[in-house]
């Protein structure tokens, strides 16, 4: 942790007093702390308190220094903000972008990773509200430090314990470890459907909303790498501090892709490319009438495939969704397509496009088999990323 700088940020709930103890842990490890207080914190512990553990100044009002800017300056000067501990109301503000305090003005501002802590009554960390607010935070890549059961405050036992001091500072060195392990690489990610056109108007598309390769661009941002995002058609917006070129049909994302995968240390194909397109596209928006349509398809260029010939990039990966035998699908696509690895998500019923959460199986071509689980689709990527991560080791 030596020269680490740290954001503690402390709302008001009983555990306050352990975040004193975590700010001299952080500072005993050499890390430089600041530390912004709720009102409502000041009430269960006082500013003095951190003030003399970190020998710095404690912030506890937007107003105190107003010249200085506060919440801008403090998450621009730290690597990571942790709020220890994070009660309801804090969860329930930063889920809907409330900033009436230092605390909640400054992270909203903070372009860092932050770490949550919940710590509460079992009542109120398992009222729906509160397991919506932190599954939101959780899938805009907030960072939460699940709660322990254990004795709490209202003398019962229950869930809402604030984790240990031990599992904080693991925590931490797990999102610093990760901040720095893609630093040097470039990736590229290509996500969203196509838009395959037969007139001006109309096309043949898919339900893809690029969720997913939006959510590992930003993943990869955040470990440092040097990210381009080619981004389909969808209503989502790209991540902040990732370049973004847009595509719309399969031949313009092919050749985007062989112009950003040159010199690239690993390309991820999370794009759900159409596999056929019209034949021909009328100039003119065909008319409506009472007989059947015939549109001849033909095959669009395989992307995939293309920058894999193309050896640009020293790791492929690529998507497979597939509604039936899976496994075999996947492996057998792997294998025709000449890739590192491959990313199984299985779309049977319609799961998987659009929805938040997902189920991933990453198949390597070494034959191993890393099941990521389910969960949203921000924890996904951070999943598959740690597991393709030692496919980058010992590449120049
Ligand atoms: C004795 C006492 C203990 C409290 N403990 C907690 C707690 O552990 N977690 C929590 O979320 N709220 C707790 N609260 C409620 C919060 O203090 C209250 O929601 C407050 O508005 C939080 O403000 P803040 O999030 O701006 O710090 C407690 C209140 C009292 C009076």
């Given at each position: 942790m030596n020269g680490a700088r740290i954001l503690l940020v402390v709302s008001g709930?009983?555990?306050?007093?352990?975040a004193a103890a975590l700010a001299s842990t952080l500072v005993q490890k050499g890390a430089i702390v600041d530390v912004i207080l709720t009102a409502d914190a000041e009430r269960f512990i006082a500013p003095l308190t951190f003030a003399a553990l970190t020998a710095r100044p404690v912030y506890c009002s937007?107003?105190?220094?107003?010249e200085r800017i506060p919440h801008i300056r403090l998450v621009r000067e730290a690597e990571l903000a942790i709020v220890v501990p994070a009660t309801a109301n804090i969860l329930a503000k930063l889920r809907t972008g409330i900033a009436d305090d230092l605390a909640t003005t400054a992270l909203l501002a903070a372009r860092i990773p932050i770490l949550l802590a919940p710590a509460m009554n079992a009542a109120m960390y398992e009222n729906a509200t509160t397991s919506e607010n932190i599954a939101a935070l959780q899938a805009r890549g907030y960072e939460i430090v699940e709660p322990e059961s254990g004795f709490l405050a209202e003398r019962e036992h229950g869930?809402?314990?604030?984790?240990?001091e031990e599992r904080l500072l693991e925590a931490i060195q797990n999102v610093r470890a990760r901040r720095r392990s893609l630093v040097g690489k470039r990736v590229l990610v290509t996500a969203g459907p196509s838009q395959e056109p037969f007139d001006p108007v109309r096309f043949i598309g898919n339900a893809s909303t690029g969720a997913t390769g939006i959510a590992l661009a930003d993943e990869a941002a955040r470990r440092g790498a040097n990210v381009t995002l080619l981004l389909g058609p969808t209503l989502l917006p790209p991540p902040h501090g990732v370049r973004t070129e847009r595509f719309a049909t399969a031949q313009e994302l092919l050749e985007l892709a062989l112009r950003e995968s040159r010199e690239c240390d690993l390309t991820i194909a999370a794009a759900a490319v159409a596999d056929w397109r019209p034949s021909e596209i009328s100039a003119e928006k065909r008319k409506k009438s009472d007989e059947t349509l015939h549109v001849d398809l033909e095959r669009t260029p395989d992307v995939l495939a293309a920058i894999v010939a193309a050896g640009g990039s020293r790791c492929v990966v690529g998507f497979a969704a597939e509604t039936n035998d899976h496994e075999l699908h996947a492996r057998d696509k792997m294998e025709r397509k000449k890739l590192d690895a491959i990313v199984l998500n299985d779309?049977?019923?319609?799961?998987?496009?659009?929805?938040q959460e997902n189920r991933l199986l990453l198949l390597l071509r070494s034959g191993e088999r890393v099941d990521?689980?389910?969960?949203?689709k921000r924890a996904l990527a951070g999943r598959l990323l740690d597991a393709l991560e030692p496919l980058l080791k010992g590449n120049p």
């Open positions: 709930g009983i555990a306050a007093y352990k937007l107003w105190d220094a107003p869930v809402g314990r604030l984790a240990s779309v049977s019923g319609g799961a998987g496009f659009g929805l990521l689980g389910r969960a949203n």
